[in-house]
């Protein structure tokens, strides 16, 4: 069973307005950028890919990025939910009702909350967000983090693998998620500050990045058993990072874990 722990979907009527926005802010940053998006960011067109690619199953991970898009976003994200798709929810960052809006997705039984400190504005380890995570934990929920850089947009960033370390370090127990194999470009930290710590790395946009040597050494000091495959589609073809995984110098029992037990274990499905 393969899982794709990392992706991104839109309600139809927003998706072609959403996917306009997010190319821009590559193109601004970089004019030559060469990412594109590999489906039309709708769950239908995720599900496409899905079939074309030998995806089991795939996790959804909605950014509330105001207030107001909470009750609708999550509402939204309940809605797509499937033997095949698998949403998180979301809240925003620094809100004085973060325990009712974490019950309110909680309640609706999502199984986890992604945040994204760049488009949420906040940094990771930020005191004032460790009681949100602390209660987030207490009932049950999966905390998945965008990591590092963000191709579109400007540094300086708000996470690092060292920050992530003090949040692990602090909240003593959960599960907590960095994506980006704990830092997109920032994969040498990952190496000192980060792997071996009691959190899961995911792959999304990876193996066009950090070479497989690099990959290696962190999954050796880390462990198999809390790495998790993930695309972070539509900004990666989840059929060639799965291939990547497969050419891998490991086990093949490595291998099915990254590529969906360990995610099994995790969502409990």
């Known amino acids: 069973m393969i899982i794709d722990f990392h992706t991104?979907?839109?309600p139809d009527a927003l998706a072609p307005k959403a996917g306009?926005?997010?190319?821009?802010n590559l193109l601004k940053q970089d004019p030559n950028c060469t990412i594109h998006p590999v489906s039309d960011m709708t769950v239908s067109g995720l599900l496409r890919n899905m079939?074309?690619?030998?995806?089991d199953c795939s996790v959804v991970q909605p950014i509330v990025t105001k207030p107001s898009q909470l009750k609708h976003t999550n509402e939204w994200a309940q809605s797509i939910c499937s033997d095949r798709i698998i949403s998180f929810g979301g809240i925003y960052p620094y809100s004085e009702s973060y325990k009712d809006d974490i019950d309110f997705v909680a309640d609706l039984g999502l199984k986890g909350l992604k945040f994204h400190p760049e488009y949420q504005n906040f940094v990771v380890d930020?005191?004032?967000?460790f009681p949100v995570y602390d209660y987030a934990l207490s009932k049950g929920l999966i905390l998945l983090f965008h990591a590092g850089v963000d191709a579109g947009l400007p540094g300086p960033y708000r996470s690092s693998p060292r920050q992530f370390a003090r949040i692990v370090d602090e909240m003593k127990g959960?599960?907590?998620i960095a994506a980006h194999l704990g830092g997109h470009q920032q994969w040498d930290d990952v190496e000192k500050y980060l792997a071996g710590?009691?959190?899961y790395l995911d792959t999304s946009m990876g193996f066009s990045y950090y070479t497989q040597e690099?990959?290696?050494r962190i999954m050796q000091i880390h462990g198999a058993d809390r790495i998790l495959f993930a695309s972070d589609s539509p900004w990666?073809?989840?059929g060639e990072e799965a291939e990547k995984v497969k050419a891998l110098p490991i086990s093949e029992s490595e291998k099915q874990a990254i590529l969906g037990e360990n995610a099994r274990r995790l969502l409990k499905i």
Do not use: C, P, R, T
Request: proline share 0%; net charge negative; charged share 15%.
């Open 8 to 10: 991104h979907a839109f």
């Open 20 to 24: 306009a926005v997010l190319v821009g």
């Open 51 to 55: 079939d074309m690619w030998n995806i």
């Open 126 to 129: 930020d005191e004032k967000m």
């Open 174 to 176: 959960g599960n907590i």
């Open 197 to 199: 710590k009691n959190i």
């Open 214 to 216: 690099q990959f290696l």
């Open 236 to 238: 990666s073809n989840a």
